[in-house]
């Protein structure tokens, strides 16, 4: 894929990837990177949480669903937004006393002039 770090702070995690790798028949990016890459920046939100937190855990995708809205043509580029505070601070206490906690994320892949080009939700559950 070439998957690469393009951005990570206290707001949003940002992975992208070139479209050659990644290019379909049609010249666009291909259904499964645009699955695949929000997939990572959620999955790595939810790690970066955990190591954040100095818990040692998995990670593992129980659902995820991706509304495509528009061909992407040029830089694939996934943003996971992170959780609120108190979210977090929910879903580490519930991990903390469960040993297990799931946590829904939400991601978009850029189209055009930033425009959602696909709409990812996932729920993903972390165990220590």
């Not at 259904?31 to 998995?58: N, Q, V």
């Not at 977090?88 to 850029?110: I, S």
Request: hydrophobic share 45%.
């Amino acid at each position: 894929m070439g998957l690469r770090v393009a951005a990570s702070d206290a707001q949003q995690l940002v992975l992208e990837a070139p479209l050659e790798p990644n290019i379909n028949h049609l010249g666009t990016a291909f259904g499964g990177s645009l699955h695949t890459l929000p997939t990572l920046a959620c999955y790595a939100t939810l790690w970066m949480i955990l190591r954040e937190a100095g818990l040692d855990g998995h990670v593992v995708v129980r659902h995820s669903s991706a509304d495509y809205r528009a061909p992407v043509t040029g830089t694939l580029r996934a943003r996971c937004a992170r959780p609120s505070t108190a979210l977090v601070a929910d879903f580490l206490a519930e991990l903390r006393r469960h040993r297990k906690a799931r946590l829904e994320l939400q991601a978009t892949v850029d189209g055009e002039n930033e425009k959602p080009a696909v709409l990812f939700a996932g729920s993903f559950v972390a165990l220590l």
